[in-house]
């Protein structure tokens, strides 16, 4: 088997395995913690995302650098620098997110959530942990850009799938056995988080080859990814915008528990993005190397069949959801009030993630030879003709 099928198949399990357990524990949270709760968690997904336009394009570049690097010996002293310098940018990022959503959580909490069963004190008391959440995760997804970029995906996955089990089930046991609180869920969290983050970094740092020196913050190295960095900055600056400005609209003009049903059928619509991710960050690292030798007879034929790909797997999928909305989340939660309330829903956001997922992988391929500008103008047109038109539908 190839490294590129491989990771694939390594990618597609561990990302599979954590989708299904992901929904699985999603009716025994709501049964526990209550619509609003739930609709709590749903608006802290879409504060991470927001708040991964921080990550300021950096988890990308050492991707493709590392995948790029990944087969010159000559290198490796360069590849330990690097790490060590968005290392250190990426904790203080991390903890500087952490004590801003702390210090403003009881602002959130008062005027920008609309909560009717949960009390003002509880939310602010969620938000403020949300915030200590975010910092102990924010690391990992620089150290798994890394070892996507080195191609040690199947570990990666055999990790993420092992700290997701953990997440998951002991996340369950919490509010069934310890506590039936959104702070319980929370704190637990944060635990799972921190080890991940520590456990994800020890694995990269003894993935890259041994050098002479001690790894050390460059300037210089830094400066070599800038414009390629803040390329992919401006692309998840518009993508944020695109994907997140309708949760942020309707958590704060809808109350908390419709909130909540919106969050169920998005959060079910962008488990196909447990298909799309896997198969973008298999190919990734190999495109970046293609690309990096002009090998573009090769490069064009793994292409083309990454395409076919994606498409095979994800439209049965994407019409299964479309046309079976309804029967699924009753299936799955049930809840007859539930599906009632998401299904419509869940079927306009499922057929618009599967179209979002053929367009992944030329936008992969753009990445692999550095090139930014097209997805630039592309997302910045779309914000500017359809975030007013998110901002007038979702209003009324």
Same mark, same amino acid.
Not at 175 to 201: E, H, K, N, R, Y
């Given at each position: 088997?190839? $490294? ?12 599979? #395995?954590?989708?299904? /357990? ?18 709590? *968690? ?8 927001? $708040? !991964? ?17 990944? %087969? ?33 959580a009881s602002v959130i909490a008062a005027f920008w959530l609309r ?6 004190? %509880?939310? %602010? ?21 890394? /070892? ?10 055999? $990790? ?8 998951? /089930? ?11 609180? *959104?702070?319980?869920?929370?704190? #637990? ?5 921190? *080890? ?6 020890? /694995? ?34 518009? !993508? ?25 059928? !998005? ?5 196909? !993005?447990?298909? %799309? ?37 994800i439209a049965p999928l994407a019409v299964l959801l479309t046309l ?65 038109? *998110? ?6």
């Amino acid at each position: 088997m190839s $490294l590129v099928k491989r990771n694939i198949v390594a990618n597609v399990i561990g990302k599979g #395995w954590q989708a299904l /357990l992901s929904l699985a524990v999603v009716p025994v949270y709501i049964h526990f913690l209550g619509i609003e709760a739930f609709g709590l *968690i749903g608006f802290f997904l879409s504060l991470m995302a927001i $708040l !991964s336009l921080l990550d300021l394009g950096l988890g990308t570049a050492l991707n493709r650098q590392f995948a790029q690097h990944s %087969t010159q010996p000559s290198k490796a002293q360069e590849m330990r620098d690097l790490l060590r310098t968005l290392e250190i940018i990426y904790w203080l990022i991390g903890i500087a997110i952490g004590v801003a959503v702390a210090a403003l959580a009881s602002v959130i909490a008062a005027f920008w959530l609309r909560p009717q069963h949960l009390s003002i004190d %509880t939310v %602010t008391q969620a938000l403020a942990m949300m915030g200590v959440a975010i910092a102990c995760q924010w690391p990992r997804a620089l150290y798994g850009g890394g /070892l996507m970029g080195l191609q040690r995906q199947v570990a990666f996955n055999v $990790l993420s799938s092992v700290t997701s089990t953990v997440n998951n /089930l002991g996340g369950v046991l919490i509010v069934w056995l310890v506590s039936p609180t *959104i702070q319980a869920f929370i704190a #637990w969290s944060m635990v799972v988080s921190l *080890i991940d983050s520590l456990l994800t970094g020890l /694995l990269l740092w003894r993935s890259l080859p041994k050098a002479a020196k001690r790894p050390a913050f460059s300037g210089p190295l830094l400066a070599e990814i800038w414009r390629f960095a803040a390329g992919m900055t401006g692309i998840s600056v518009m !993508s944020i915008v695109l994907t997140q400005l309708d949760k942020m609209i309707l958590v704060k003009v809808l109350p908390l528990d419709a909130f909540g049903y919106y969050s169920l059928a !998005s959060r079910v619509a962008g488990g196909l !993005s447990y298909v %799309t991710g896997p198969i973008c960050a298999a190919f990734f690292p190999r495109f970046s190397q293609l690309a990096a030798k002009s090998d573009t007879q090769e490069l064009a034929r793994l292409y083309h069949r990454s395409c076919q790909l994606m498409s095979v797997l994800i439209a049965p999928l994407a019409v299964l959801l479309t046309l079976f909305s309804f029967e699924l989340l009753l299936a799955w939660t049930q809840d007859r009030s539930i599906a009632e309330n998401s299904h419509l829903m869940l079927s306009l956001l499922a057929l618009g993630t599967a179209l979002n997922a053929i367009a992944s992988l030329p936008y992969v391929l753009q990445l692999a030879y550095g090139w930014t500008r097209l997805a630039l103008v592309v997302n910045t047109a779309a914000v500017l003709l359809l975030a007013p038109l *998110i901002y007038f539908m979702s209003v009324r």
